[in-house]
């Protein structure tokens, strides 16, 4: 592939990078079965996607702080996983101002007013697994009931899931919020609590909580979400094995091209594996996108994962070809450039861009291999 081949692939590749840092910023959560250890959401108005297990009977706080007149989103959604088949958590809003100001419509701006299946509470109608300090008892409260609903393809991970509840409004005062997630069953909550009009024993399942509006990613967030969609897809019920054998598939391929090629140095060696692990990108969306598939109607979303399948193999095909070519400045060059566009884009799981970068610094000194020896030995 000649440079300016390379080139015009770049720049099919810049186009495609928009596609690869849309959807929720991933989260794990954990440790925040208690009020007073809540995990805090920074910033409420960028679209985090906090994936974690909820246990039979226990409950889990959310909280993060908001201005008066700011808006309030957050969803409740649930695994495809049919081991999750009838676990319907429930969501519940606490802060200042709600069930006073936010009971008037009048209060709420326009189209920005989402409480469909949720409910004012009394704090005597509070369920009693969900424990308040005397600080908070006087906040309002506003329950969404977890609600069945059909599963979703979502294109970006690629993953799937089945939304249960949302809530979306403009606060009614500035404070502190709080968010529970929690299971609410016939003989654990008071009368009124629930809408549900016949409810299952509490069970305990993968629920995910989405919480703002904006989708954006900070520089931090691109070099980490490969590790933290991995946990998503284990957090799904998929096994490690499965997430990470296209990577290892691709490593020996890598090697074996390498092996089998006439260039052999750290620019060959480092600039081939690193196009291998980014087509093991592309291999493992085009995994998942199948594997979400088969929990979830297809749709036209499934371009979007397209589009992100082929910037991943752009990148692969794009860095084997220089690196079995000239190490040129122009080489090394575009190799850099391919590394940081690939740390930007999640592919490779953070190696690949690693080994994209220092290819371009290497030296192109062939190394004596075992296949070198035995020639010379004849």
């Known amino acids: 592939m000649s440079p300016e081949r390379v080139i015009f692939a770049l720049l099919l590749v810049m186009l495609l990078l928009p596609f690869t840092a849309a959807g929720h910023v991933p989260l794990i959560g954990g440790g925040n079965e208690d009020i007073s250890s809540a995990l805090h959401i920074s910033n409420p108005a960028k679209s985090w996607a906090v994936y974690a297990v909820l246990e039979n009977e226990t409950v889990h706080y959310f909280s993060f702080d908001v201005r008066e007149g700011e808006r309030i989103y957050m969803g409740l959604l649930k695994s495809t996983d049919p081991a999750d088949e009838g676990f319907l958590p429930d969501l519940l809003l606490i802060g200042p101002g709600i069930g006073v100001q936010s009971s008037s419509s009048a209060q709420q701006p326009e189209g920005n007013t989402s409480l469909e299946g949720a409910v004012l509470l009394e704090n005597s109608a509070i369920p009693k697994n969900i424990i308040l300090p005397e600080s908070l008892k006087d ?36 404070g ?64 490690v094995i499965m997430i ?99 740390l930007l884009g999640g592919s490779g799981v953070i190696l690949g861009p690693m080994l994209a970068v220092s290819a371009s610094f290497l030296p192109t000194i062939k190394r004596s291999v075992p296949g070198d020896l035995l020639q010379k030995a004849s």
Request: glycine share 12%; proline share 4%.
């Open 244 to 342: 990470f054998i296209p990577y290892l598939v691709a490593l020996i391929a890598g090697g074996l091209i390498y092996w089998r090629g006439s260039r052999r140095s750290l620019f060959s060696l480092t600039g081939t594996l690193a196009g291998f692990l980014f087509l093991g990108t592309s291999s493992l969306v085009i995994t998942q996108m199948i594997y979400s598939l088969s929990r979830a109607p297809y749709g036209p979303e499934v371009y979007i994962t397209m589009a992100i399948i082929l910037f991943h193999a752009l990148l692969g095909v794009a860095s084997i070809r220089l690196a079995r070519g000239e190490a040129g400045i122009l080489q090394r060059s575009l190799l850099a450039v391919i590394g940081t566009i690939a």
């Open 139 to 174: 906040l309002g409260a506003l329950a969404a009931d977890g609600r069945e609903g059909i599963a979703t393809y979502e294109p970006f991970g690629p993953s799937s899931f089945i939304g249960l509840a949302e809530i979306n409004l403009s606060a009614p005062q500035s």
């Open 176 to 239: 502190r919020y709080y968010a529970a997630i929690y299971e609410n069953t016939r003989n654990g909550s008071n009368e009124g609590a629930s809408l549900r009009a016949a409810e299952a024993d509490a069970k305990g399942g993968h629920y995910c909580l989405v919480v703002g509006y904006r989708e954006e990613f900070s520089f931090t967030d691109r070099m980490i979400a490969p590790i933290q969609i991995a946990s998503v897809y284990i957090w799904e019920g998929q096994s």
